[in-house]
């Protein structure tokens, strides 16, 4: 790895393990029997994906045997963005929320580490929605409130129901920024709206989004109940560039270049995207499962570290501790993914670490010379990769 003098220092909150349905494992297989599935390991109530939860609901992390190591609960939602405490049991075995209702029309993201009685670790990402009343409707952001993120971010907004009336509820959500730059709406069909200025945000400026959903009317019988403001900050303006016939990343930060990486891509069968992406998520250490992702028992690697998810598809940047050292800067070998230089449990100065440390969500991403398609717009944050103009005619109010 070959780092730039003088890079600045940046700290960075790793974030705890998750699930990752992600096309990533190379062709050098893990040693050694399969583990017990991350889902036989640790149980989580309400089940991942469940929607319309009660307030009143049963909540828990649980695991048979061995003890947890570690639990993360985060809400978003009406009630807003906040880590939801919890304890865990003397005994290690299960994690309860403190007492109290859940909150109405939330999203509730799970991050679990565990051990089982055999001492291997696992890790589970899972999540779950609360009840909305009936003929209701709320937006479920991206970012979170007062975060620093990177240049590439771009304002999404996920809604929980149909949006028939879209040009009422664009009238409804506004994006600002400080210092003032165009900023333009895109429809992706009826569930998503997001919002992005012609380039990468400049660094240091401050963004609102102001949602004045509530009573606003998205189709026949269904009202909006949000009605908040959003604040968030730009940060420095780092891109990493992979080159994925030369199997090498550059990142640069303010143009300057901080490290030149060796990194293995995606193989002649599974190429990964061209085009540029943006980081969506960071995990110290999450699973990745060939059979969620249509590859089948190819591979199934519960410890992935330092993983950057990418695209909603399952594209992430991660730690590699299994493949041969000659693979990275040397030959394509992953589903899909860009694997760096690793150990297992995660090295802090092993190229994966390095990258991990010096990056955060909203960085940009880009890669070229793979042989495979531009990511699609609508994949992850990859709206960098349709023209302005093309940017702007996905407004409805157009």
Request: aromatic content about 6%; some cysteine.
């Amino acid at each position: 790895m070959a780092v730039g003098a003088g890079r600045a220092a940046v700290v960075v909150v790793a974030a705890l393990a998750a699930v990752a349905t992600a096309g990533c494992g190379g062709s050098d297989a893990l040693i050694g029997g399969k583990p017990r599935s991350p889902e036989e390991t640790i149980r989580v109530t309400p089940g991942n994906g469940t929607q319309g939860v009660r307030p009143d609901g049963r909540f828990e992390v649980r695991v048979p045997d061995g003890r947890l190591e570690r639990v993360e609960v985060r809400r978003t939602g009406d009630a807003g963005a906040a880590v939801v405490a919890g304890r865990l049991s003397q005994d290690g075995l299960s994690w309860r929320p403190l007492p109290g209702p859940l909150e109405l029309g939330s999203k509730y993201t799970v991050d679990a580490v565990a051990l089982d009685g055999s001492g291997r670790r696992s890790a589970r990402h899972t999540t779950f929605t609360t009840f909305v009343p009936a003929h209701r409707f709320i937006g479920f952001y991206t970012p979170e409130n007062r975060t620093t993120v990177g240049t590439g971010i771009i304002v999404s907004l996920d809604f929980n129901r149909r949006i028939v009336d879209r040009a009422a509820v664009e009238r409804a959500v506004t994006v600002n920024a400080e210092p003032a730059v165009e900023i333009a709406p895109h429809w992706f069909g009826r569930g998503r709206l997001d919002f992005r200025p012609r380039e990468r945000w400049r660094p240091g400026t401050q963004v609102t989004l102001d949602l004045r959903l509530r009573d606003v009317k998205a189709g026949p019988g269904i009202y909006g109940t949000q009605r908040k403001t959003i604040r968030f900050r730009i940060g420095r303006d780092q891109v990493s560039i992979i080159d994925a016939a030369k199997h090498r990343m550059t990142v640069r930060r303010s143009g300057r270049v901080l490290a030149t990486l060796p990194i293995t891509a995606g193989n002649a069968e599974n190429p990964t995207y061209n085009g540029k992406m943006v980081i969506l998520e960071r995990h110290s250490v999450t699973r990745m499962d060939g059979d969620t992702v249509g590859f089948g028992a190819e591979y199934d690697i519960p410890d992935v570290p330092h993983a950057m998810r990418l695209t909603r598809s399952g594209t992430f940047l991660h730690g590699n501790y299994w493949a041969r050292p000659q693979v990275f800067g040397g030959a394509n070998t992953s589903h899909g993914c860009v694997g760096l230089r690793d150990i297992k449990g995660g090295g802090p100065h092993t190229p994966a670490g390095w990258l991990f440390a010096h990056s955060r969500v909203g960085d940009t991403v880009e890669v070229r010379n793979s042989r495979d398609r531009t990511v699609a717009p609508s994949n992850g944050l990859g709206g960098w990769n349709m023209p302005w103009e093309k940017w702007k005619r996905g407004s409805a109010l157009r």
